[in-house]
Every structure is written in structure tokens, then in C-alpha cells.
């Protein structure tokens, strides 16, 4: 069984950054397909982001909306995955969950999420 925590959420600008990392413990990370979703308040959990593991070459997906402010890294080392985001907007604020899996992650098919993480940015 999997557990992942998540942190470094908060309050933000429009225009700032945040960088949200995992932890995840109980399992062989660096095997996982690993992303981030999002929920805004009154709609559905979205996927943000993925990375695969080191056996898929370690590729990157973005949600379209973000591909160009975010960036996912992975680090096997210390079983973290991170999520730099930057150019915050408004319609950024959500919680943000972790995720790990498999590569139908990316679909939204999860095994493991973490408890989430708030992220408000202000006008």
C-alpha cells in the first residue's frame, strides 16, 4: 500500500508560483506513472499533469491548459514527485491531489492518491 503526502500549497497572487511536492512512502515508486490532479470547488477532479516511470522513459503530459506554466519532475532517490507552477491564475485555485500508478493514470484510472492540497490564488 502506497501513502503519499502532499505539501506546499497556500495562498498566492495571480502572477506568483508555488512548488508542491509529494512524498510517498510503502511502495516501488520509481516504478509508478506519478501526476498531479486538480479539483476547483463545484467541478470534477482534472488531471494536470503525469510523469512515467524511468522504464517509460520518464516521458511528461500536461494538461493543455498548463503545459506551458507547470512542470512535473521526479526525484527516485527520496520517492518525491514535484510540481512547479508558475504564472498562477485565479482558475488555478483548487486542491491538488497526488497521484500514482500506472500509464492509464493519465485517463484518470488511479491506484493511490494523497489527501490533498489547497492552492488559492488571489486576483
Known amino acids: 500500500q502506497v501513502q503519499l503526502v502532499e505539501s506546499g500549497g497556500g495562498l498566492v497572487q495571480a502572477g506568483g508560483s508555488l512548488r508542491l511536492s509529494c512524498v510517498a512512502s510503502g511502495g516501488p515508486f520509481r516504478m509508478y506513472t506519478v501526476g498531479w490532479f486538480r479539483q476547483a470547488p463545484g467541478k470534477g477532479r482534472e488531471f494536470v499533469a503525469a510523469m512515467t516511470s524511468d522504464w517509460s522513459a520518464r516521458g511528461r503530459y500536461y494538461a493543455d491548459s498548463d503545459q506551458d506554466r507547470f512542470t512535473i519532475s521526479r526525484d527516485n532517490a527520496k520517492n518525491t514527485v514535484n510540481l512547479q507552477m508558475n504564472s498562477l491564475k485565479p482558475e488555478d485555485t483548487a486542491v491538488y491531489y497526488c497521484?500514482?500508478?500506472?500509464?492509464?493514470?493519465?485517463?484518470?484510472?488511479?491506484?493511490?492518491w494523497g489527501q490533498g492540497t489547497q492552492v488559492t490564488v488571489s486576483s
Open positions: 497521484a500514482a500508478g500506472t500509464l492509464r493514470l493519465r485517463q484518470g484510472i488511479v491506484d493511490y
